[in-house]
């Protein structure tokens, strides 16, 4: 379990440096369910921050949070 979580880390790491530095993305944005605890520990952890709560729910995301 460890070793996965460094991964998922390092995984998303690089993918934030590839959308700003390759892409030239001036914004990333990651939904997290709030269900979904380790998900928004990993955002935490690769440099991304918490900014708020949707008040809808989004139609993909139903079927999940329900």
């Known amino acids: ?17 590839f959308g700003f530095n390759e892409l030239n993305l001036n914004r990333i944005w990651t939904p997290v369910m709030s269900k979904n605890k380790a ?8 440099g991304l921050r918490y900014e708020g709560t ?3 729910l989004l139609v993909h995301f139903k079927y999940h949070c329900e």
């Open 1 to 17: 379990m460890c070793c996965e979580r460094l991964k998922l880390n390092e995984v998303s790491k690089k993918m934030l440096e």
């Open 39 to 46: 998900s928004g520990k990993v955002m935490q952890k690769v």
């Open 54 to 56: 949707m008040s809808l």
